[in-house]
């Protein structure tokens, strides 16, 4: 793992921070949902900080370069995030739904009584 | 038996009010509800002018969820039967009281409106989906369904229960599959269909391929682990 490579990490986790900070003052993201982008970036910095880490689990797995290791790493994380968001889309659109339906039968309802 | 028609309605001003009027003039006796499926046009508009009775969605949510609206109307309304009704004239009126007597006569759950009892399915990428579907639902459920895509359907007070509390169940030929599966009865009577008023048919060429997969993948893979 050259140099690159790790102040590549760095630039990226950095990226990552200004702009969830500059979300975060226009308030358009939820601190909650900043928790999981603030250890992604983390987890980039650890890696440039201490690159046996990407080189033990390389050898582990059998990966040629510990620049794989990383390359899969962030596809696994982000493969989980995108699932967990599809989950929640269709939780809200649920609950957007019942919304939905709840207001009509009640306008309905008082349309009747009046 | 107190039974409600559902027509969930979404841009359908060409046709809906030739669709109730045809409906109150046939079935007097049938209480029904048009649901509005947050329509652009003047769908919501005619119905109050023609004083119809409307239950009106602020937004579009699709059929499974207009129709769920419907179903929750029937549920806290008591009624013991619920009937599924294309808004664009497709489905005959004539023939919702057969339906409700056969339900009454064999205390089915779902009493499907098919198309291809008396007469055979003409050849057509239609009836090719359909028959598909058909295979699928004979193969898991071991059942036979004639016309699963009929959009003309009765359910009773148990199945009106299950779609007020399912987020999960649309009114499509999956339901059908899972509902067979979970021990429920499906019967058929003949019905004939008329060609759409007007309006264009939700089936796309790109919709009728996403309808596919989704049908076959729900009733293959999902409903086993409903």
Known sequence: ?114 | MKVLIIIPAHNEEGSIVTTVNSLKRLTPSIDYVVVNDGSSDRTKELCEQNAFNIVNLPINVGLAGGFQAGMKYAYRNGYDAALQFDADGQHKPDYIQPMVDAMRETNADIVIGSRFITQKKKFSSRTIGSSIISGLIKLTTGKSIKDPTSGMRLYNAKMIELFVTKHDIAPEPDTIAYCLRKGAKVIEVPVEMQERLTGESYLSVSKSISYMLRTCISILILQWFR
Not at chain 1, 70 to 98: C, D, G, M, P, Y
Not at chain 1, 103 to 110: M, Q
Request: glycine share 2%.
């Open chain 1, 1 to 114: 793992m050259n140099g690159l490579l790790r102040i590549l990490l760095v630039v990226c986790a950095l990226l990552v921070f200004v702009f969830i900070i500059r979300r975060i003052k226009k308030a358009e993201i939820h601190a909650t949902d900043t928790i999981f982008w603030f250890l992604f970036a983390a987890c980039f910095v650890l890696l440039a900080a201490i690159p046996q880490i990407a080189y033990f689990f390389s050898d582990l797995i059998g990966f040629v370069s510990p620049a794989n290791f990383i390359f899969l790493f962030v596809i696994a994380v982000l493969f989980v995030r995108e699932f967990i968001s599809t989950i929640e889309i269709a939780q809200l659109r649920e609950k957007l739904h019942t919304l939905t339906q709840e207001i009509a039968l009640a306008e309905h309802k008082s349309d009747k009584e009046d």
